[in-house]
């Protein structure tokens, strides 16, 4: 069966420091990767996705990078973190071909930027 | 907003009641989602219905969609106290990129 694993948990960084978020799927081959960023009692904002190793989409401008250097990995980094870059950060993964289709979510990274 | 919106944003139930949660939406979509989320976790994938269905059952969760009013809505039938989460619709678009959420109905099943 397929999983999904992201950490760390629970993060708490400086603001001006680096940030990597790690997410990788066990069980499937070349899944579509999301990376979601959920402000407090809000909805989901689409921030990467990506469907193959080295591509990767940009969906908000913003202060934050991706990386998929293998098939099941995908890296959420910032380089200088900002106080508006705190939230709960879902990676998730979809085994569509055409559309999105479900979505299978890690537990999530909580980052508060202090 | 391409995104859905749900309605109520919560709701509050004694065990054993009905929930009917409502999601609306302004574009044409392939398919429509249905999530769950515990507090502070991931989200969980319910059901999917797609454009061309009207109505789905899984388990104690029903699902109905309206695609000439843009609607959708969950219902759960006799709640659980477990059932205590926030449940967010999805549309799909089509595109590996177009699937949006609304904010979510938290519910509250008083035990």
């Known amino acids: 069966s397929q999983t999904i694993h992201q950490w760390p948990a629970t993060l708490v960084q400086p603001v001006g420091s680096p940030l990597s978020l790690e997410c990788t799927v066990e069980?499937?081959?070349?899944?579509?990767l999301y990376w979601y960023r959920q402000a407090a009692g809000r909805g989901l904002q689409l921030l990467f996705y990506s469907v193959g190793i080295g591509q990767i989409s940009s969906e908000v401008p913003q202060n934050l990078s991706a990386s998929r250097p293998q098939d099941r990995q995908f890296i959420l980094s910032s380089k200088k973190l900002l106080l508006s870059d705190s939230g709960f950060y879902l990676c998730?993964?979809?085994?569509?071909?055409?559309?999105?289709?479900?979505?299978?979510f890690g537990e999530g990274s909580r980052l508060t930027v202090l | 907003s391409q995104q859905g919106e749900e309605d109520p944003q919560a709701l509050s139930i004694q065990e054993g009641e009905n929930a009917t949660m409502n999601c609306s939406y302004k574009t044409s979509i392939n398919n429509l989602q249905w999530y769950r989320q515990n507090s502070g976790r991931g989200l969980v994938h319910l059901i999917l219905i797609r454009s061309n269905e009207r109505e789905k059952h899984s388990g104690r969760l029903r699902v109905t969609l309206d695609t000439s009013k843009k609607s959708s809505s969950l219902l759960i039938t006799a709640s659980r106290a477990a059932d205590t989460a926030s449940y967010f619709c999805?549309?799909?678009?089509?595109?590996?990129?177009?699937?949006?959420f609304g904010t979510g109905t938290r519910l509250t099943v008083i035990p």
């Open positions: 998730a993964w979809s085994a569509y071909r055409v559309g999105t289709g479900e979505l299978f």
């Open positions: 069980g499937t081959s070349n899944p579509n």
């Open positions: 999805a549309t799909d678009l089509g595109g590996a990129n177009n699937l949006f």
